[in-house]
């Protein structure tokens, strides 16, 4: 029941730290010019890029050396290590800015700003590696505090100075980084306050930057892809299809916050594992298993109720999005199979290879948009999405498979490539004469959608999973929930 309790809680935290910046929007857009928006958006995404530069990663090196940091009694040494990590590479960003400023580089709108850019920039990356540190402690009630207080702090520090104080830029700045400072404060009892008998050796820093400096390139192409993604329909598409499309990946990005749950509960088990002698060959491609047949099931509901979502986020002008909500759904799926397959690489210490698969992922991107945006218009977009991150997905698994022996099936990858290209383009189909129709009248179609993702669960089931490994599955199932009822039921 602990993964259960995992998978609820660091959901809930992690959405809500997702979701203040959706419902900081409308906030933003009515208390700020289109061009302060605009230059907040810019900067928000240039501070997103720094934090990736300031930390080398170093939030990856923790998930790689912390169990085996806690099996040799060294955690202090590897939390103080970690920090050194991010102090230097914020230290060396600094300088590198202080330099561009002086030497002009840098737009005037852009330089006024940059020492709290620079901040929220270092204050993330600091917050981040905490945050690692909270989840491999198996603290998920505390860990949901620290982003609840983060979240809570900037959203009304942020309201109240643009709406009662005409902060501008600055205050909705302002609003991000005190958040983050909150944040910090508050998890620091729980991981940089035990000081480590010795200082963290250079072998064990040189061991996490071998390891965390080559993520940073597909970290980096990641951030251009989801952050730099309006920037690149931009330069196929018009401002009026960017926005269509826009909505479709906000739909779509809910999906998300399910997926990013399912691997914030994943990942402090995989690392664990990696190192355990006795961990089964089978294990991560049983859980790949379980994740491909429930989230299925999950981006099936998702994409029946774009409808309503769609409604919910934009005027009827925007309808036309309901037909994109398939593709991106399902390539937010592949997205969770990419991260999830990725552990075979992460244990192999060949961490360079994730940016061979980003690399992949991109050129099909990018490839597909030009290809097809002068045909398909935003529908292209979609498609690209969408394989990009089953180019992600495939590629991860089979290289995981090779360099770790990961035993993902590339069988049960190959089937849920076929039913996310089948609901995706169902969707299309059911939803396309329907756009802008009254919920009323869409009813039928989103009951239609939703019994295709039943069908399509139900023959992963059959024809992905052996007969033997169903019944196991099932049986272990119930004598869990047995368990737990019974020990619920004691506690009365």
């Not at 994943?266 to 491909?292: C, H, I, N, Q, T």
């Not at 089953?390 to 076929?418: D, E, K, P």
């Amino acid at each position: 029941m602990n993964a259960i309790r995992n998978f609820v809680v660091y959901g809930l935290a992690g959405t809500a730290s997702r979701l203040v910046m959706v419902f900081l929007v409308p906030l933003y857009t009515r208390a700020l010019s289109i061009g302060q928006y605009g230059q907040l958006e810019f900067l928000l995404a240039a501070a997103g890029l720094l934090t990736i530069l300031a930390g080398l990663q170093s939030e990856t090196a923790v998930l790689r050396e912390y169990h085996v940091a806690k099996r040799e009694k060294r955690l202090p040494e590897l939390r103080w290590a970690a920090f050194v990590i991010a102090a230097g590479g914020s230290l060396l960003l600094g300088i590198v800015a202080g330099l561009s400023w002086l030497a002009g580089l840098l737009p005037d709108d852009f330089a006024a700003l940059l020492p709290m850019v620079l901040a929220i920039a270092v204050a993330t990356q600091v917050l981040g590696i905490q945050l690692v540190l909270l989840r491999f402690d198996d603290r998920p009630v505390f860990f949901g505090f620290v982003t609840f207080a983060d979240v809570l702090v900037a959203a009304t520090l942020s309201f109240v100075l643009l709406v009662q104080f005409d902060w501008g830029v600055a205050g909705a700045l302002t609003g991000v980084l005190c958040g983050k400072i909150i944040g910090i404060g508050a998890a620091w009892t729980r991981t940089f306050v035990e000081i480590p008998a010795d200082w963290p050796s250079a072998a064990l820093v040189r061991r996490m930057l071998a390891f965390s400096v080559p993520t940073t390139a597909p970290v980096f192409l990641n951030w251009v892809q989801n952050n730099g993604a309006r920037i690149v329909l931009a330069a196929f598409f018009t401002l009026t299809d960017v926005a269509i499309a826009s909505i479709g990946i906000r739909v779509a990005a809910l999906f998300g916050f399910l997926v990013y749950a399912f691997r914030l509960a994943w990942e402090p088990w995989a690392f664990r594992m990696l190192d355990d002698p006795d961990r089964p060959a089978s294990a991560y491609g049983d859980v790949l298993k379980g994740y491909v047949v429930a989230m299925v099931l999950a981006a099936s509901v998702a994409i029946a109720l774009s409808p309503v979502l769609v409604a919910i986020f934009a005027p009827t002008e925007y309808a036309a999005a309901v037909v994109l909500c398939g593709g991106f759904v399902m390539g937010q799926l592949w997205l969770g199979i990419g991260n999830l397959a990725s552990i075979g690489i992460h244990g192999s210490r060949k961490t360079g290879k994730l940016v061979t698969v980003a690399l992949m992922a991109a050129a099909v991107n990018l490839a597909l948009l030009a290809a097809l945006a002068p045909a398909l218009g935003v529908v292209g977009a979609m498609i690209a999405f969408l394989a990009s991150a089953m180019t992600r997905g495939f590629a991860a698994s089979v290289m995981s498979n090779t360099l770790f022996a990961t035993a993902f099936s590339l069988r049960l990858l190959i089937l849920a490539g076929v039913a996310s290209l089948g609901l995706a383009g169902a969707a299309y189909a059911l939803f396309d004469g329907n756009a802008g129709q009254p919920l009323v009248t869409q009813a039928g179609a989103m009951a239609t959608m939703l019994a295709l993702g039943l069908i399509a669960v139900a023959l992963l089931v059959f024809t992905a999973i052996p007969a033997a490994e169903r019944r196991a599955a099932l049986r272990e199932g119930s004598e869990r929930w047995r368990l737990a009822w019974r020990a619920f039921r004691s506690k009365e």
